[in-house]
């Protein structure tokens, strides 16, 4: 059998208000009219025109009523099919000279004026005359029903008089069988058709396909129903009495004709079984119907690939087929493919350069899979998914997968252009009955974007490990909001020691998680989140609230010492938060701190390529005396003649550099280089700090080239702020 094709409607546009329904009587009154006009020829109502034509009139409010509903709902044309089959309009001409009426006229003479555009409302118009034909139909066949149990009472009724009156039951039961609008058959116990009426000579397609004399086992259908032969044999044995299935028959011409077909056993006055009364009502039509609406309803409407709905399902059959006894579950493979910078296509050509894209990828895609195993089908925007099933399934799925990156190496040819199309794909395979559909996907999807995050135009294989800190960091990420709300944050501080004397003259301030499952989380652990999230905003205000408020509790604890000043990270986000200065100074103002006791650290990569407009927030923070210093110094490829233009008084070397003077003796290359950064930045009139310092070797190397401050695990780790001053002086490294 064909399937109709795919006819896709326009998603309707949630953010639009209900529309009222604004049409007046009198074009109700010419759409009924027209209508009237198009039916009545072939109804077989008692009414008179002008009384049939009155008849549609509240039918016709009611589909415009259904026309501008919001939210749309199509039922109420259902309804209205019910209806016309109410009023007769039942011959085989009704219902299409119904559709083509509504199709026509309903728009013309109902419009939805502003509230909807002209694809919106077309697509509801055609929705309308789904739902219409599908209430016509089952009336329809509510309505034959009622005539088949009638006709089956006839028939039994007539049998069981055919001892007392055998003359006058015949001839009832011949008028029955021989007027009847559904086919009626009627085979012995050995299965030879006996007798059927015109009707069912009709469907099978009239005199020249004669079914007199055949067997019924020779009628039978590749696509029937796997319970027939049982319930047949049931029937025949006199175990069973009726049954009824749909079934499909091959009609003279070759095509498929499909009934509801309705078998009861005629016994005779003994009661054994004597023939079977067969009665079929003809609902190749409805199946059509029901067919094209189940392919447009599993189907993408742009690609025409098996969409979301249908891939799901295939999913589940493959996760469900779990074997039994000794057989091994059956495995299945899964290629979750994104195209990679499709969103520039889009947005530098146009989403209908996008949508040829998208179809021409669709059909590379299709041809790749070939194997009847192998299942493409597209999920939505540029994601497309393969399945595949067999006991090879991870072998099949990397052959498939290569093949579908080698089909899109070729650029795609749209409008005199040549796009070159690349893609990352992520593989998952497994054995039924491990995973649920919502794991397999959750697996593909991580597994995808590790292979772009990798460069992209490739594929990679699902990873346990990768996926469990892929969803870590999911779980952190959905929990950082109320982190904050529920004061999970808290900070550490390290201490600055100036190197020619080991007194402390600042801290870093180090923000940290307490994480209720997981404990304290360092920041390397949530600051990245909290970059990708836009939290950082508000955490960075809070660590500096925080940290200024430290600062001047300090001040008023080192009477005759000299001032501790702290310093705090900001991240690349927060310098492009345009209220960076504002809330700096207001924080200061706040916690009565003096802008020389802050230091604010940015890193060396944040400012690498910054313009003066970027750089403006860091030059007014300085003018007003806040110290800026360059963190991670020597990382980020910078030329150093670039340290000239920046607001920074303070070069922080990384830990990278001092490493080798950890142990004695120190590595010649290493001191070289310090010494040359060393002597830069005081030229640049620039003090200098070395983070990471864990040996009193490495500080004594430090004092002597002329660094200024130190950190790290040789003076102390971080820690609260009542344990500034505590310095350890312990070799971190032994």
């Known amino acids: 059998m064909r399937a109709a094709a795919p006819s896709g409607a326009p998603a309707q546009s949630p953010a639009r208000p209900p529309a009222r329904h604004p049409v007046r009587d009198d074009s109700l009154r010419r759409f009924a009219a027209l209508w009237s006009r198009a039916i009545y020829p072939v109804s077989a109502t008692q009414m008179s025109r002008a009384e049939f034509e009155e008849h549609l009139v509240p039918l016709a409010d009611r589909l415009a009523a259904a026309l501008h509903t919001w939210p749309f709902d199509p039922e109420p044309a259902a309804e209205v099919g019910a209806a016309l089959v109410r009023a007769h309009c039942t011959d085989p001409e009704s219902l299409p000279k119904v559709l083509g009426a509504v199709d026509s006229y309903l728009l013309v003479y109902c419009p939805p004026g502003g509230a909807l555009?002209?694809?919106?409302?077309?697509?509801?118009?055609?929705?309308?005359?789904?739902?219409?034909s599908a209430g016509f139909a089952q009336a329809l066949r509510e309505r034959a029903?009622?005539?088949?149990?009638?006709?089956?009472?006839?028939?039994?009724?007539?049998?069981?008089?055919t001892e007392k009156a055998l003359h006058t039951s015949e001839a009832r039961f011949r008028a029955v069988f021989e007027g009847a609008a559904?086919?009626?058959?009627?085979?012995?116990?050995?299965?030879?058709?006996?007798?059927?009426?015109?009707?069912?000579?009709?469907?099978?397609?009239?005199?020249?396909?004669?079914?007199?004399?055949?067997?019924?086992?020779?009628?039978?259908?590749?696509?029937?129903?796997?319970?027939?032969?049982?319930?047949?044999?049931?029937?025949?044995?006199?175990?069973?009495?009726?049954?009824?299935?749909?079934?499909?028959?091959?009609?003279?011409?070759?095509?498929?004709?499909?009934?509801?077909?309705?078998?009861?056993?005629?016994?005779?006055?003994?009661?054994?079984?004597?023939?079977?009364?067969?009665?079929?009502?003809?609902?190749?039509?409805?199946?059509?119907?029901?067919?094209?609406?189940?392919?447009?309803?599993?189907?993408?409407a742009l690609t025409g690939l098996p969409n979301r709905t249908l891939f799901f399902e295939n999913l589940d059959r493959a996760l469900a087929a779990t074997g039994g006894g000794d057989?091994?579950?059956?495995?299945?493979?899964?290629?979750?493919?994104?195209?990679?910078?499709?969103?520039?296509?889009?947005?530098?050509?146009?989403?209908?350069?996008?949508?040829?894209?998208?179809?021409?990828?669709?059909?590379?895609?299709?041809?790749?899979?070939?194997?009847?195993?192998?299942?493409?089908?597209?999920?939505?925007?540029?994601?497309?998914?393969?399945?595949?099933?067999?006991?090879?399934?991870?072998?099949?799925?990397?052959?498939l997968a290569r093949r579908m990156l080698a089909a899109l190496s070729r650029p795609i040819r749209l409008d005199d252009r040549d796009?070159?199309?690349?893609?990352?794909?992520?593989?998952?395979?497994?054995?039924?009955?491990?995973?649920?559909?919502?794991?397999?996907?959750?697996?593909?999807?991580?597994?995808?974007?590790?292979?772009?995050?990798?460069?992209?135009?490739?594929?990679?294989?699902?990873?346990?490990?990768?996926?469990?800190?892929?969803?870590?960091?999911?779980?952190?990420?959905?929990?950082?909001?109320?982190?904050?709300?529920?004061?999970?944050?808290?900070?550490?501080?390290?201490p600055l020691v100036r190197l020619t004397d080991d007194t402390v003259r600042g801290a870093e301030a180090l923000v940290r998680w307490l994480h209720p499952v997981h404990g304290v989380l360092g920041p390397d652990q949530f600051i990245p989140l909290a970059e990708s999230t836009g939290l950082i905003v508000p955490l960075g205000r809070w660590v500096l609230e925080e940290s200024a408020r430290q600062a001047r509790a300090w001040q008023q604890e080192t009477a005759g010492r000299p001032p501790v000043r702290v310093n705090v990270n900001l991240s690349p986000s927060q310098l492009r938060y345009p209220f960076l200065v504002a809330d700096t100074v207001a924080i200061l103002e706040n916690?009565?701190?003096?802008?020389?006791?802050?230091?604010?650290?940015?890193?060396?990569?944040?400012?690498?390529?910054?313009?003066?407009?970027?750089?403006?927030?860091?030059?007014?923070?300085?003018?007003?005396?806040?110290?800026i210093a360059l963190d991670d110094f020597g990382t980020g490829y910078s030329n150093l003649a670039y340290l000239r233009r920046l607001p920074?008084?303070?070069?922080?070397?990384?830990?990278?550099?001092?490493?080798?003077?950890?142990?004695?003796?120190?590595?010649?290359?290493?001191?070289?280089?310090?010494?040359?950064?060393?002597?830069?930045?005081?030229?640049l009139d620039l003090s200098v700090t070395v983070e990471g310092v864990e040996t009193g070797n490495q500080a004594e190397h430090l004092r002597i080239l002329g660094c200024d401050t130190a950190q790290g695990w040789y003076y102390a780790r971080p820690g609260p702020p009542e344990r500034l001053r505590t310095l350890s002086l312990v070799d971190a490294a032994s």
């Not at 029903?145 to 008089?161: C, F, I, M, N, V």
């Not at 021409?360 to 089908?377: D, F, K, M, W």
């Open 145 to 161: 029903l009622a005539e088949q149990e009638a006709l089956s009472r006839a028939a039994l009724a007539a049998q069981q008089e």
């Open 182 to 300: 559904i086919g009626v058959g009627i085979a012995d116990v050995d299965g030879r058709i006996v007798d059927v009426n015109d009707a069912l000579a009709r469907m099978f397609g009239g005199p020249g396909y004669d079914v007199m004399g055949r067997n019924v086992d020779d009628l039978a259908h590749p696509e029937d129903n796997p319970e027939i032969p049982g319930m047949y044999s049931e029937l025949i044995r006199g175990d069973r009495d009726y049954y009824r299935v749909e079934k499909p028959y091959y009609r003279g011409d070759g095509s498929v004709l499909w009934t509801d077909l309705s078998v009861a056993l005629l016994r005779d006055s003994h009661g054994k079984p004597q023939y079977q009364l067969a009665l079929m009502e003809d609902i190749t039509e409805r199946r059509l119907l029901h067919e094209r609406l189940r392919y447009e309803a599993t189907h993408d």
């Open 648 to 683: 920074v008084s303070t070069l922080k070397l990384d830990r990278s550099f001092t490493r080798g003077m950890q142990r004695a003796p120190a590595d010649p290359v290493d001191v070289k280089i310090v010494e040359g950064i060393v002597s830069l930045a005081h030229t």
């Open 327 to 399: 057989v091994a579950p059956a495995r299945f493979g899964l290629c979750y493919l994104d195209l990679d910078g499709f969103k520039s296509v889009n947005d530098s050509l146009g989403h209908a350069v996008g949508d040829e894209l998208l179809v021409a990828v669709a059909e590379r895609l299709r041809s790749c899979a070939t194997a009847p195993a192998e299942l493409v089908a597209r999920l939505g925007g540029d994601e497309f998914v393969a399945l595949l099933t067999g006991p090879t399934a991870q072998a099949d799925a990397i052959s």
């Open 419 to 494: 796009l070159s199309v690349r893609a990352s794909i992520g593989i998952v395979e497994g054995a039924a009955g491990e995973f649920d559909a919502a794991e397999v996907l959750r697996s593909a999807d991580i597994t995808m974007y590790r292979a772009k995050a990798a460069g992209g135009n490739r594929y990679e294989l699902a990873d346990a490990d990768s996926d469990a800190r892929v969803i870590a960091r999911h779980s952190l990420t959905n929990r950082l909001p109320a982190a904050l709300d529920n004061s999970e944050f808290f900070i550490e501080y390290q």
């Open 591 to 627: 916690a009565g701190l003096e802008p020389s006791a802050l230091c604010l650290e940015v890193t060396e990569n944040a400012l690498i390529g910054a313009d003066e407009e970027e750089l403006r927030p860091l030059r007014q923070l300085a003018d007003m005396g806040v110290d």
């Open 117 to 132: 555009t002209d694809t919106e409302a077309r697509a509801r118009c055609a929705r309308l005359q789904h739902s219409l």
